[in-house]
């Protein structure tokens, strides 16, 4: 099936530091979200992008929809140790007949106090 | 609310047992699903459904069987279970299926663990 490139697969920082993931399709997508999921826990939607170009922020995170509408990407800033955790990206098309998404593979992060 | 909930947390099968996964919904949602998470391989969907009575299969459905018979719960079979079912299983539900669904992105649970030896 159908899966998205995300790199990179993980990332052993320090505290303190910027973090910076992407993610590549070889098809369309009209919605691009990232989501992060804790040990022991479902994901959960960091943040959402609807349109081409988008450049969205939540707190520290910042996420971009790029404009060939196959990539997007994810900015970490000031990383902290709770921002520890698997983080997925994943495509979606609206307007179809389904709210099926179709997820990276996912970045493993770890940060260093 | 309690969101998505999903039990058993944990579960050992023995190969060719069947068990059945719950998943329950408290927000009324329309859209469920099922998926599963293998290293390596991010969230595969397994089946879901737009509305109750209505099913359909995703991406990897071989082995897995769903209904839907209200809108709160979307259980999922394994009928014989198999060493590739080795898994963690994720019950994810939305308000919307289509069009205006982008207001409505999905909730997950928290997942249930599952051996088959």
């Known amino acids: 099936g159908q899966q998205l490139n995300q790199s990179p697969q993980s990332m052993f920082i320090q505290e303190g530091e910027d973090v910076s993931m992407n993610c590549t399709s070889s098809s369309i997508f009209n919605t691009w979200l990232w989501y992060k999921q804790d040990p022991g826990e479902g994901p959960v939607l960091l943040i959402a992008?609807?349109?081409?170009?988008e450049l969205t922020s939540n707190g520290r995170l910042t996420a971009q929809f790029g404009i060939t509408r196959k990539d997007s990407f994810l900015n970490i800033s000031a990383s902290i140790p709770s921002d520890v955790g698997i983080y997925f990206c994943?495509?979606?098309?609206?307007?179809?007949?389904?709210?099926?998404?179709?997820f990276g593979t996912g970045t493993l992060l770890a940060v260093q106090p | 609310n309690a969101g998505v909930t999903q039990t058993p947390k944990f579960q050992v099968l023995k190969t060719g047992q069947s068990m059945t996964l719950q998943c329950a919904q408290d927000?009324?949602?329309?859209?469920m699903s099922w998926y599963r998470q293998d290293p390596g391989m991010g969230l595969r969907l397994i089946h879901y459904s737009v509305g109750a009575g209505i099913t359909d299969q995703g991406e990897v459905p071989n082995g897995y069987n769903v209904s839907r018979s209200t809108t709160e719960d979307f259980p999922l079979r394994l009928l014989s279970a198999a060493p590739s079912q080795t898994s963690v299983y994720f019950c994810?539900?939305?308000?919307?299926?289509?069009?205006?669904?982008?207001?409505?992105?999905?909730?997950f649970g928290n997942g249930t663990r599952l051996t088959v030896t």
């Open positions: 994810a539900s939305s308000y919307s299926k289509g069009q205006g669904f982008y207001n409505s992105p999905l909730h």
């Open positions: 927000m009324n949602h329309e859209y």
């Open positions: 992008l609807y349109k081409a170009g």
């Open positions: 994943a495509g979606q098309n609206y307007g179809g007949a389904t709210n099926k998404l179709i």
